[in-house]
């Protein structure tokens, strides 16, 4: 009320000088605003039509380039498609296709006619025979059934049906019919008659045609074969598509597949293919063929697309992203701060495969990530991490003694039950239940019996275990006796210097630090004098270390001088370091070791401990029982270096030859603080600190855990748990704040994230720096990056549960004991020994290990484990090769667990595809006749096959060329021997093994190289005679052989 | 931006292909050179009409090496057709003081030229258990017809190291024809059966090449003008080379020498 009373009227409000409705005007604002509101539309329909969707310009350059690219190509292809097509050899193929067709045309038209008449007969009587052959049946099966009185009757019957007559028209070939009279007999016979040579115009029809069906069917792959790309039509077909072409979200969706978290899986939408326009074409587009833009090209490995169908597995599983995103590339690769699977850069491509792939431990299409893996395991990084797959012997070992402990413990309680129940038996008040007790005190015995059969059992695991633990680095109890002391701080100070390629790394310390950890290494030694070794031939030596195979792992020679593989240590100065007497041991057994450990009494058993229980001062692995309990000992050193089965004169030869690798001028201060048992306290705690025992045996560590992080996961750590010090900042800046940048930096400088800090020496960061080269260093990080908490669900795993999972679990032995430094396990791949000077030769070549590609499909897996077991093949002769005499590199004895010889035969085994349990299934014996055959065939002049082969004759055998007859009956496969002398280069292309022995002739194989003249009136296959001679041969069949 | 940029090039190539006809076909080559694959390279025959020649000698100095004794006991038949000792044939020095068995070839130069494969083809003998000749020049492709004059069987192994490898028995009398289809030189090859055996092939991409004989000499005809590098290559003692220079219609006397 006050208000309307206080309001002014309106003729008392005074009247402004300017009015605004009348003198200022809006028009300026409202331009500005509509201008903006204009710009606004035209960015918002701007974004809408490309901005937010980039894919639309790309699809439309996509085409464009696709069309013209394809264009350019079509003369070329056509041009291609006309060479092939103008070839002679097309032209002769088509010619001898035209030529087999109208050399068969007459015999087919016979046949034609022949058919012509004999298919209406065959019509007419089918019928009526089938119908009184029925009826026949059935009076049989009644007259078989009926009672006696009434089958006089029903016999008549069914000799009336017999007799007939049956008449029927039978078509003429003039097209005229002629009734012909049958009993059911004859007409049979008719039927059976025109059957018989229905079947046979059949057959004469099929080996008419068929070389003009093989000719044709050459033909067909013929082009097929030759082209390298797709076909003019096929380009035409792609052009009239690209007419077509549709602009639009491309996507792949599949909810199998999507990633899994912890709320639940989403389901996989990938629509990468919306720029990336160009990846599954049938054409292989470069980015040269594409413009020069990579957005546009193909996949870079089409085998990995066959593999991974796109439609299943999509892109982000293997390439991470955000395959949702289709509003920029920054968005699409996920390389923003809110997406955990940012794009894996190209560098790191095989990091993907790892999340699937965990169990591999090689993948042929992932060269990179199996170096990583190779690294880490060589480098000894497992020595301090912890990572799912690597070392996993030593944990293997503490859960089997376990067992075998908890088992004990049981048995004991079991027992003292069973006492118990026998004595509250004994007691008893009744029989019954005196009875019912002893019962239950019997059941108790057998589990007792059921618990020593897994106690044996485990036992067995555990001495197998036990040879299968190996450390990275040598053990450090032998140091009296293998070094000189005044080289061990030299060496502990900067091992690099010293070896530049060593895995050894350098740790961090300062000059006090080496002095008090080799005080204790030193201390921490077995006092043992080793035998006194006379000198030996180093000349002799240097032959032998060039052509045994000691340099497949070890390299020899400095810097670019170096040659040899990188799997073991470069031994250019290791006479600076060495002992001779040990190194002599060393290299006849590098197995042997001074004092056995036992695991329970955690120390080393000495002689007076064997003395003690009145025991001879003997262990090895068949003597592995601790001298003072029920429990086994640590008999070998933990090494992966093998046996090579020298004599000790060679040993001798070998170890001065290596003595003699040092630097003239080498000269070490005097270390005699070495001595100093209060540097050696200080020594133990940085022993300790440090993790040395994650890769060295060292006395009083032997149960130390690993002191690193586990790294198994270490992929999908969040980036705030990656810790970069005082170097956040800037690597946010830079562009480096994520997982590569660290793992990159971390692993070029260990020491990185403490820069700037202020830490106590012993706070700083501990990992020793490893001279990685930055190939190196990309290879480890691309498996840190993929080691990641997978999030494919497992169903997509590649977890096989068949022959594929022991070619997986033998590819993790292959790698443990460098198989293939000396083997060939799949075509193409190379050696380290084929590669070296002394192999550059092609005659040397010939002096090569053999190829193991096939093996499983040659020999007998019974006999490869015995191989593999003692590869000398004999128990007393054992300075040899078992298979291969005549071979300067021996195959050593790796002294391998039965499980592990089992895991190799198997994965032999399944790489060929061979099932197992193997039945040998010995070829059929020969006739008298048949081995005098065989033997002529044998020792033809025109097939000398004891001229290459050896025959235990010492003098002949160091220049033969391939393996003894005697091993033919235990060690081969008798269905592959006859593939391999039939066609050796099928097998094994380039082998000595000449080809061209036998040839085909009617279905089988004859002798191609001569008229044998007792072979002449043999009419069975001459290479399956050859077979079944050699799978009888024996050591008198050879003496009488060679003798003559 | 790059957008814009694929844009401008596009624009202008089309204006680049649209032009003067002179653009056009400046455009053209280029285009045919990404077209066309490796197997078929824009060259031509030679043109021999004002052809050339190069002969020379390749001399040895210093004391010929002793050659090992190969003993043929294990085949009576082949140490018969002999009649007196064989020795190897990794060094012969003629009498005239030349190295015999040097293969001499143009490693450059005729690269711009296309030849055509030789129908005939060259021959490799087993005879008396050695191989005739010891060093063989063939052209890539050219057929290599293999005899067995010997009664002993023989086993025939090239150990190519740009080839393929392989490996046939050959009885007494039977004969085969192979080919190797790229550049090598030269081919070892080997006789399981008699280790002994060693012969060489070298397979070059033209005519142009030749072995020397028991005078030490070698000629090489029909060559078109041009400058060269000529190369030799024996087995001990390895190669060497020199640069020539064909005139028209000339020739020229080349000297090579190894020493022992």
């Known amino acids: 009320m006050s208000i309307l009373r206080k309001r002014p009227r309106l003729e008392d409000r005074p009247v402004p000088e300017k ?122 099966y009644l007259l078989e059934t009926a009672n006696e009185s009434s089958k006089a009757s029903l016999e008549e019957d069914l000799q009336k049906l017999r007799e007939g007559p049956y008449t029927v028209e039978i078509p003429e070939p003039d097209g005229s019919l002629v009734e012909k009279s049958y009993s059911y007999g004859e007409m049979e016979e008719e039927f059976n008659a025109l059957k018989v040579k229905q079947g046979e115009l059949q057959a004469r029809t099929v080996e008419l045609v068929r070389p003009s069906t093989q000719l044709r069917r050459e033909l067909n792959t013929f082009a ?77 490995n089409r085998e990995l697309l066959t593999i991974h169908d796109p439609e299943t597995f999509g892109c982000t599983p293997c390439h991470n992203g955000n395959g949702v995103a289709t509003v920029g590339v920054k968005e699409g690769h996920g390389n923003y701060k809110h997406w955990l699977w940012p794009l894996y850069p190209k560098a790191h491509f095989d990091a993907g495969c790892l999340q699937c792939h965990e169990a591999d431990r090689h993948l042929e299409l992932a060269p990179t990530l199996n170096a990583g893996k190779q690294l880490f395991s060589q480098r000894g990084c497992q020595g301090c991490h912890p990572r799912e797959g690597f070392e996993p012997e030593p944990r293997l070992l503490r859960s089997v003694q376990k067992s075998i402990l908890d088992l004990r413990l049981e048995r004991n309680e079991v027992e003292q039950e069973t006492q118990r129940t026998i004595s509250t038996a004994d007691r008893a008040e009744t029989n019954e239940e005196a009875d019912r007790l002893y019962n239950q ?174 025991l001879p001062f003997q262990f090895d692995p068949q003597h592995a029982q601790c001298p003072l309990g029920d429990h086994l000992l640590q008999v070998q050193q933990p090494t992966v270096m093998p046996n090579l089965r020298l004599s000790w004169d060679e040993s001798r030869d070998v170890a001065s030859y290596l003595m003699m690798q040092a630097h003239e001028d080498a000269a070490y201060p005097d270390a005699e603080y070495l001595d100093d048992s209060n540097l050696a306290k200080q020594g133990q705690a940085l022993v300790k600190h440090f993790g040395c025992a994650g890769c060295h045996e060292i006395s009083g560590f032997e149960n130390e855990g690993k002191i690193g992080t586990d790294l198994t996961k270490e992929g999908s750590k969040p980036i705030e748990r990656l810790d970069f010090g005082l170097l956040t900042t800037q690597a946010k800046q830079e562009g480096w704040y994520n997982a590569k940048g660290f793992f990159d930096r971390k692993l070029a400088d260990p020491s990185v994230w403490d820069q700037g800090k202020v830490k106590e020496p012993l706070e700083r960061l501990r990992m020793p720096n490893h001279e990685l080269s930055s190939e190196e260093i990309n290879q480890l990080t691309t498996f840190l990056l993929g080691s990641v908490e997978s999030v494919i669900p497992t169903t997509h795993h590649y977890a096989p549960d068949d022959d594929r999972e022991e070619i997986q679990k033998g590819w993790w032995l292959v790698a443990k004991y460098n198989c293939m430094a000396c083997h060939q396990f799949s075509p193409g791949q190379e050696t380290v020994l084929e590669n070296l000077p ?120 160091a220049d033969s060329s391939a393996p003894n007859f005697l091993l033919v009956p235990e060690r081969l496969r008798s269905d592959w021997t006859k593939r391999w002398i ?54 008198g069949e050879q003496r009488r052989l060679t003798s003559r | 931006m790059a957008k814009l940029y694929i844009g401008l090039f596009l624009l202008g190539l089309t204006v680049a292909c649209g032009g003067g006809g002179e653009t056009a076909s400046e455009v053209a080559p280029e285009a045919e050179s990404i077209a066309a694959t490796p197997e078929t390279p824009q060259s031509s025959a030679p043109d021999l009409s004002q052809s050339g020649s190069v002969t020379g000698r390749v001399s040895f100095e210093g004391e010929a090496p002793k050659m090992a004794r190969i003993r043929m006991g294990a085949e009576p038949s082949c140490e018969e057709k002999h009649g007196g000792p064989i020795y190897s044939q990794d060094v012969v020095v003629n009498d005239n003081g030349t190295l015999k068995n040097v293969f001499i070839w143009i490693k450059e130069g005729m690269d711009q030229y296309s030849f055509e494969t030789p129908s005939d083809p060259a021959v490799l003998d087993q005879d008396g258990c050695l191989y005739t000749p010891h060093v063989l020049g063939v052209q890539m492709g050219q057929g290599i017809q293999m005899l067995n004059s010997d009664q002993a069987t023989h086993n025939i192994h090239p150990v190519p ?61 029909n060559m078109p003008p041009g400058d060269y ?4 290559w024996h087995e001990t003692y390895g190669t060497q080379e020199q640069q020539i220079k064909i005139d028209p219609n000339s020739s020229q006397n080349i000297e090579f020498s190894y020493s022992g």
């Open chain 1, 19 to 140: 009015d605004p409705i009348t003198t200022s005007s809006l028009a300026t604002p409202i331009a500005i605003f509509s201008l903006l509101l204009i710009l606004t539309l035209v960015w918002a329909l701007y974004d809408e039509i490309l901005g937010l969707r980039p894919w639309i310009g790309y699809q439309r350059d996509f085409v464009k380039t696709y069309q013209k690219a394809l264009v350019e190509m079509k003369p070329v292809r056509a041009q291609e498609e006309a060479a092939i097509y103008g070839s002679n050899e097309y032209q002769e193929l088509e010619q001898a296709l035209q030529e087999a067709e109208t050399a068969i045309k007459p015999a087919l038209a016979e046949i034609e006619q022949e058919e012509r008449i004999l298919g209406p007969k065959l019509t007419a009587i089918t019928k009526p025979f089938t119908t009184a052959r029925s009826r026949v049946q059935a009076a049989i």
């Open chain 1, 224 to 300: 097929s074969a030759r082209l390298t790309s797709v076909t003019e039509a096929q380009v035409e077909g792609l052009l009239t598509r690209l007419d077509n072409f549709r602009v639009e979200i491309k996507q792949i969706y599949n909810a199998d597949i999507g990633r899994v978290a912890a709320n639940g899986q989403t389901p996989l939408v990938d629509r990468c293919e919306s720029c990336h326009a160009g990846v599954r074409e049938p054409v292989i587009l470069t980015p040269e063929t594409m413009g020069g833009n990579p957005l546009f090209a193909s996949h870079s």
């Open chain 1, 441 to 614: 005190a019997d059941a108790l015995t057998l589990n007792i019996a059921d618990i020593d059969t897994q106690l044996d059992r485990l036992t067995v695991r555990e001495a197998d275990v036990m040879l299968e633990v190996k450390k990275v680095g040598p053990n450090l109890k032998e140091v009296k006796t293998k070094l000189k002391k005044e080289w061990i701080p030299v060496w502990i100070s900067n091992p690099h210097d010293f070896r530049p390629t060593t895995k050894m790394p350098r740790f961090r310390l300062d000059e006090q630090q080496v002095q008090a950890v080799s005080a204790y290494i030193w201390q921490s030694g077995i006092d043992v004098e080793l035998p006194q070794q006379s000198s030996g031939d180093p000349q002799q030596g240097e032959i032998l270390f060039e052509t045994r195979g000691c340099l497949a792992c070890h390299s020899i020679g400095e810097e670019s001088g170096a040659t040899g593989g990188t799997f073991a240590a470069n031994l250019s100065r290791v006479g600076e370091k060495a002992n001779y007497d040990y190194l002599v041991r060393w290299i006849h057994n590098p197995k042997e070791r001074t004092l056995p450990y036992c695991p329970i009494h955690q120390r080393d058993i000495t002689p007076e401990d064997y003395a003690s229980q009145g």
């Open chain 1, 838 to 957: 002394l192999y550059q030769d092609p005659d040397s070549r010939d002096q090569l290990p053999p190829s193991l590609v096939g093996e499983g499909a040659r020999v007998n897996p019974n006999w490869l484990s015995r191989f593999l077991r003692n590869p000398a093949l004999s128990e007393t002769d054992t300075n040899r090769n078992g298979v291969r005499p005549y071979l300067k590199a021996r195959m050593p004895s790796f002294g391998l667990s039965d499980g592990e010889i089992q895991q190799l035969v198997r994965f032999f085994n399944a790489l060929s595809k061979q099932p197992l349990p193997y039945t040998a299934v010995p070829p059929d014996p020969l006739s008298s006749q048949e081995l005098t055959m065989a033997r002529e065939l044998f020792t033809h002049q025109a097939a000398p096959c004891l001229r290459c082969h050896a025959t235990g004759d010492a003098a002949t055998d």
């Open chain 1, 982 to 1035: 039939v066609h050796p280069e099928t097998i094994r292309p380039g082998t000595n093994m000449p080809s061209g022995l036998f040839r085909q002739q009617d279905q089988r194989w004859v002798f191609g190289l001569a008229d044998v003249p007792s072979l002449r009136s043999y009419t069975k296959d001459h290479a399956e005679l050859m077979v079944r001679y050699m799978f009888q041969y024996t050591a």
């Open chain 2, 161 to 221: 190291a740009n080839n393929r490898e392989w490996n046939i028995s050959q009885a007494a009398g039977q004969e085969m024809t192979r080919s190797f289809p790229r550049q090598e030189i030269t081919i070892p090859v080997k006789c399981n059966i008699h280790p002994w055996m060693k012969s060489y092939i070298a397979v070059v991409p033209h005519p142009y090449f030749s072995v020397t004989s028991d005078d030490g000499t070698f000629e090489i005809n």
């Open chain 2, 229 to 232: 590098t000529i190369e030799v």
